[in-house]
C-alpha cells in the first residue's frame, strides 16, 4: 500500500511539472515536439530511478557533510551513461537534446527527490518514488510535446494528420507557445483538483 501511494504521488498529486512546477528549462525548451518530450522525460527517468536506488542503498555510508557533492557524482554518472547511449544509438536525437541531458545533473527533480526522499527511505520505497515521478514528467513532456506539435506542426510524433489545408500555428513550437500550453495544463489541473477536493469536503 505504501509503495503504491509513493508511486502514484508522481503522476498527479505532486506532479513535477504541472503541480510542483519543478524541471522547467526541459519542459519549455524541448517540448516541441511529442518525441523530443518523450525521449528527455525517459533519460530523466532512467537517471532518477538509478540515482534514488543507489543513494537509499549507500546513505548511511555518506557524512552529512558531503551528501549533497556525492549525490551529484552518483547523478552524473548516470546523466553521463545516458547521453553516451543516445550518442551512440540514437545520434539524431542526441542532436536534439544533447544540450539538455547534460542539464539533468542539476535538475531540481533529481536533487530534490535524492535529498527529500532517497536519504531517509528504503531501496524499493525509492524505487517506487523514482518511477512515479519519473513517469509522471515523461507523460507531461510529452502531452506537452503534442499539443504543441499538432498545433505548431499538423503532426504528432511526426506523423501528419491535419492534412495539406492545415495552416500551423507557428508561435506553439517556439518558446510563447511552450508557455501558454503549459499555463492552460496547469490550469487546467489546478481546476480539476480543486473541483476533486471541493466534492470530498462536501461529502464530509
Known amino acids: 500500500m505504501r509503495m503504491w501511494k509513493e508511486f502514484t504521488k508522481g503522476l498527479w498529486k505532486e506532479n513535477p511539472t504541472f503541480r510542483l512546477v519543478l524541471g522547467m528549462c526541459p519542459t519549455l525548451a524541448v517540448t516541441n515536439a511529442a518525441m523530443n518530450g518523450l525521449a528527455m522525460g525517459l533519460a530523466t ?44 544509438y540514437f545520434p539524431d536525437m542526441h542532436k536534439v537534446l544533447g544540450l539538455f ?8 527533480i533529481i536533487l530534490g527527490r535524492a535529498e527529500a526522499f532517497a536519504s531517509k527511505n528504503t531501496v524499493m520505497l ?36 491535419m492534412g495539406e489545408a492545415y495552416t500551423p500555428i507557428i508561435i506553439f513550437v517556439l518558446a510563447p507557445g511552450a508557455f501558454i500550453t503549459l499555463g492552460i495544463l496547469m490550469g487546467i489541473m489546478n481546476h480539476v483538483s480543486n473541483k476533486n477536493n471541493s466534492g470530498k469536503d462536501e461529502c464530509r
Not at 541531458?101 to 531540481?108: A, D, F, G, K, M
Open 126 to 161: 525509492s524505487i517506487a518514488d523514482a518511477l512515479g515521478m519519473g513517469l509522471g514528467f515523461t507523460a507531461s513532456l510529452t502531452v506537452l510535446g503534442i499539443i504543441r506539435e499538432i498545433l505548431g506542426m499538423g503532426s504528432v510524433f511526426g506523423i501528419n494528420i
Open 45 to 88: 527517468t532512467f537517471v532518477l530511478l538509478f540515482s534514488e536506488i543507489i543513494i537509499a542503498a549507500i546513505k548511511d555510508l555518506i557524512p552529512d557533510e558531503v551528501r549533497i557533492p556525492s549525490y551529484i557524482i552518483i547523478v552524473a554518472t548516470f546523466v553521463t551513461v545516458i547521453d553516451l547511449v543516445l550518442a551512440a
Open 101 to 108: 541531458i547534460p542539464l539533468i545533473v542539476v535538475n531540481c
